[in-house]
């Protein structure tokens, strides 16, 4: 699987949107951008992932470069609950690619 | 929907004893369960891949005799730590893929189990 760059830390003021960027230079043409979050002490939990189109649900949106390389995920009105690690991984489809590979991720602090 | 609960939340253990947890998936059937840990500070790591009714496949460095994996149902499997160390202590994690799914096999987390060993 592509390896994934993400930023260590970032704040971002409550009520705005907060911005997380990832670098993915390697991504094959099968392969899905997921993003997971993980909030101090407990599992974490799935937010959105894409392949090639930009894609929203009630969580979060996620942008995708046209050539794939990067990605963006905003969480449109970021909230305290929303402070968390965030973590980018890109996972290629099908049996037998099931696997996540975890980096550092983005630790992102929501400040009122 | 897509929830996966995990018993205990918290262990307390000796040295040298056994603990098992358990890892359901509540609303949906797993073909393949994940296990993972993670200690303070750190990402997880992947520890085994456990398909149901199958042996697990463990990643390198995870002792198979240590970690006992069993996946004898769609919605449950169980990680038995023998004889506990105090390095086991540590976060352990499962997650779950949805049986059926042509798509893009989303994994949902356990919310973890956390182990002490004294």
């Known amino acids: 699987d592509a390896k994934t760059t993400q930023p260590p830390s970032m704040d971002c003021a409550e009520g705005r949107a907060a911005n997380l960027p990832c670098n993915h230079s390697t991504i094959s043409g099968n392969e899905y951008v997921y993003w997971y979050r993980q909030i101090h002490s407990q599992g974490p939990q799935y937010i959105i992932h894409?392949?090639?189109n930009n894609e929203t649900n009630e969580m979060a949106s996620l942008i995708i470069t046209e050539d794939r390389k990067s990605s963006t995920l905003i969480l449109p009105h970021a909230t305290l609950r929303d402070t968390a690690v965030y973590y980018c991984?890109?996972?290629?489809?099908?049996?037998?690619?099931?696997?996540?590979?975890f980096g550092k991720g983005t630790k992102l602090s929501v400040i009122p | 929907g897509a929830v996966v609960s995990q018993h205990p939340s918290r262990v307390i253990c000796k040295s040298g004893t056994s603990v098992k947890i358990e890892c359901r998936s509540l609303?949906?059937?797993?073909?393949?369960m994940f296990w993972y840990r993670q200690f303070p500070k750190k990402s997880l790591m992947l520890m085994a891949t456990s398909n149901e009714g199958s042996k697990a496949t463990y990643e390198q460095g995870v002792e198979k005799d240590k970690f006992l994996i069993n996946h004898a149902s769609l919605t449950l499997s169980t990680l038995t730590v023998t004889s506990a160390h105090p390095e086991d202590s540590s976060f352990y994690i499962c997650s779950a893929i949805q049986a059926g799914r042509h798509s893009t096999d989303t994994q949902y987390f356990g919310p973890g189990t956390r182990l002490t060993v004294l």
């Open positions: 991984i890109v996972r290629a489809s099908g049996a037998g690619s099931y696997q996540l590979t």
């Open positions: 609303d949906f059937q797993a073909t393949t």
């Open positions: 894409g392949l090639k």
